[in-house]
């Protein structure tokens, strides 16, 4: 086999066994054989390694991970029980792979203060009773007043306790075909583009005399055709072309 270097391990100086071969280790392991539980263990560091593998994008060093898949793989030995007639590696897995998100969760995840969470449950018990007295929908004042706490502090506290996403969260997926967060997300320079027309088009629109505005309003925005829109403002089609002509005119000069 070739030398491959994983975790600084060589994995092709790691014994390979049987089933057969592996069973008879197992069963000299839990018979208290100090040997075969530590041949038995490395047999296994392939696994672990394969597991390690699925978690690449994640930004702790893949050492960390390897040591944390470990225990779990000590903590499966411990607990597995060969009268059950399960395979070893069926048992394992998910608790090495538990093991390891548990890691990551906690090495990611930020502390929250007690007094913080408690404001935070209060603010979505006081949302739920409002939502069900159907006063509809509330917003962040009407919930800092409900239960007597600065809008400010409840905002905090609502954001502490939110899950965090991660940009290669996955928002859609098909099969194969698969978008992530980072992939729907647009860059500094875009926004701040977009932001810059937004600016310039609200002005432009100042511009624009009401009735014409008002032509724009609902042939654009609210997608009316200009036959719809004639018989809803009294004025026949040619007019109506007339005024939307006009106003994308005045649009038109003023962003140039």
């Known amino acids: 086999m070739p030398k491959v270097t994983i975790c600084g391990i060589d994995t092709s100086a790691l014994p390979k066994f049987s089933a057969k071969e592996m069973q008879e280790l197992l069963v000299k392991t839990k018979n208290g054989d100090i040997e075969a539980r530590d041949l038995f263990l490395r047999a296994n560091m392939r696994l672990v390694l394969s597991l390690v593998g699925r978690f690449s994008r994640a930004t702790e060093c893949a050492d960390d991970l390897f040591q944390v898949g470990m225990v779990g793989l000590l903590k499966s030995l411990e607990n597995f029980d060969i009268s059950q007639g399960v395979m ?21 995840t930020i502390k929250v203060p007690r007094s913080m969470r408690d404001v935070a449950y209060r603010a979505l018990r006081a949302r739920e009773e409002m939502v069900k007295s159907s006063l509809g929908e509330p917003n962040m004042m009407e919930i800092a007043e409900e239960i007597g706490v600065p809008e400010r502090e409840v905002a905090c506290a609502l954001d502490a306790v939110s899950e965090p996403l991660s940009l290669h969260d996955s928002v ?21 583009d977009n932001w810059s027309e937004v600016i310039s088009l609200k002005e ?25 829109i004639s018989d ?7 007019q109506v072309s007339r005024l939307e002509k ?8 003023a962003l140039s």
Do not use: C
């Open 246 to 253: 006009s106003a994308i005119s005045r649009l038109r000069s």
């Open 172 to 192: 859609f997926s098909d099969g194969d075909d698969a978008m992530e967060i980072m992939d729907v997300v647009a860059d500094e320079k875009e926004n701040a």
């Open 88 to 108: 070893f590696s069926t048992y394992a897995v998910p608790m090495i792979l538990g093991e390891i998100k548990r890691f990551l969760r906690d090495r990611t």
């Open 204 to 228: 432009a629109l100042k511009l624009v005399p009401e009735r014409e505005l008002n032509v724009l309003k609902l042939r654009y925005f609210d997608g009316k055709t200009q036959v719809e």
């Open 232 to 238: 809803m403002i009294g004025i026949s089609q040619a």
